[in-house]
């Protein structure tokens, strides 16, 4: 298949774009992609494409934008129920404390995830994906951590295995026993970091064998936080979970400083994610590093605070800055890329161009699959989004809105805007 005629084709071509490189898009004018099976075969312009490949079925995408599909490098996608009463006690001016004194926060999802079945997950968690997927996400990283316990978080890892399998977008599983302190252990956080350590890690990684004996091993990731794991539970976990093989990734720096991004350096993580009170050693770290900043900045948004992560110090410090949405219950449910750079726009003080690269080939670094997806480039997967809109910067200056009209994904072209175009 040849879809060309592209006003604007957006390749992203080489990266992982570092520091002041951030916003390269590529951009061929009149540009045409031509693929075949799930693969990109050939990207240029559209008049010599055409006169190469003649006999193509053609997709038109003339008046369009054309780029890679969103690579979303950070979510918590499957979960139970809803905290829309506790969204409602925010609003209306109480504290985190309240929240929690009337059994809300992270652990009240703990409780309505234990309690749902492996059907109830899957039934849950799949309009997340599909409205992801009709967004523009083609593939997202997913955790665990809702579940606090094993035989709980085994069932997330199997129902998101599940849906890996039955749904179009791609999936990176992720395991976040240590997402909190279980509530077992609510007085003895180093009790639950040792059961996580001595049990949990050895129990996934073997679980992992046997049931998904063709996959790579899921990242590990920990919340490094005050009130979760401090920075020596957050090291003698990622050490565990590094001896026995796992990839790593690390929440750090949400509400306080611990170091946690140093550690994920230091530690070779794949990333280090939200960064907002980062300090400025552990940006300079990170600047020196293939560790990728993904910023979250959904979850301020979603929160109503002030602070989101410093981009421009990071990009000034050389970083590979990946935005994503940490679509979860508490922070941020958010589906969409789209509003995600949109917010880095005008609340960390990205160009669109930047936000684009951040959301594409930056963000398939963060998760280690950029070798596959995040540019449109030969061998790659086609992964591909064909925008409704004349030129890239409508990503950002419009929102709120979906954009995407089709999604193409490992080569299928799927209509977005059914309801309005009177497609076949
Ligand atoms: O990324 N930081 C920890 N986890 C989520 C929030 C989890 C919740 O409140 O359910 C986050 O913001
Ligand atoms: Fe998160």
């Known amino acids: 298949m040849l879809v060309h005629s592209a006003t604007q084709l957006l390749t992203l071509k080489g990266g992982p774009q570092r520091g002041h490189d951030l916003g390269t898009l590529g951009i061929i004018q009149n540009g045409a992609v031509l693929i075949r099976d799930e693969k990109i075969v050939a990207a240029g312009s559209t008049d010599e494409l055409r006169a190469s490949y003649k006999d193509e079925p053609m997709l038109d995408a003339s008046g369009c934008v054309v780029m890679p599909g969103f690579v979303d490098p950070h979510t918590h996608l499957i979960w139970a129920g809803d905290r829309a009463n506790e969204f409602e006690m925010k609003m209306a001016g109480k504290s985190y404390l309240d929240i929690l004194a009337a059994g809300g926060g992270i652990i009240s999802t703990v409780r309505q995830t234990r309690a749902a079945s492996f059907e109830s997950l899957i039934a849950q968690t799949r309009p997340r994906l599909l409205r992801m997927f009709a ?3 083609t593939t997202v990283e997913a955790k665990t951590g809702y579940g606090l316990q ?51 890690l050895p129990t996934v990684h073997d679980w992992w064998q046997t049931h998904a004996p063709n996959l790579s091993l899921p990242f590990v990731d920990i919340f490094c936080e005050d009130r979760a794991f401090n920075l020596d539970q957050s090291r003698q976990i990622l050490t565990k979970a590094r001896e026995l093989g796992f ?28 960064l907002v009170k980062t300090s400025d050693a552990d940006i300079k770290a990170l600047g020196a590093s293939d560790t990728v900043a993904v910023a979250l900045p959904c979850t301020p948004f979603g929160l109503a605070e002030k602070d ?21 219950p508490g922070t941020a449910w958010n589906e969409s890329m789209q509003f995600v750079i949109a917010l880095a726009c005008r609340a960390m003080g990205l160009t669109p161009a930047q936000a684009i690269a951040a959301s594409t080939i930056n963000s398939a670094h963060a998760i280690r699959r950029a070798d596959i997806i995040g540019s449109i480039e030969e061998g790659k997967q086609a992964d591909l989004l064909i925008l409704g809109v004349p030129d890239y910067r409508h990503l950002g200056y419009r929102f709120g809105t979906n954009l995407v ?10 209509s977005v805007d059914v309801c309005y175009y009177r497609t076949a």
């Open 135 to 137: 967004h523009g996400t």
């Open 150 to 200: 094993t035989a709980t978080e085994l069932r997330l890892l199997k129902a998101l295995l599940a849906l890996e399998d039955e749904s179009r977008i791609d999936l990176a599983i992720t395991f976040l026993g240590a997402h909190a302190i279980a509530p077992e252990y609510q007085d003895d956080p180093q009790g639950y970091t040792d059961h996580v350590c001595d049990s949990m």
């Open 247 to 274: 990839p790593l990734k690390i929440h750090s720096d949400e509400f306080d400083n611990l170091g946690g991004a140093s550690l994920a350096v230091e530690l070779g993580a794949a990333s280090a994610d939200h």
């Open 308 to 328: 989101y992560t410093p981009a421009r110090k990071l990009i000034e410090a050389n970083a590979i800055l990946a935005l994503a949405t940490d679509c979860n």
């Open 405 to 414: 009209r089709q999604v193409v994904k490992r080569g299928r072209v799927y």
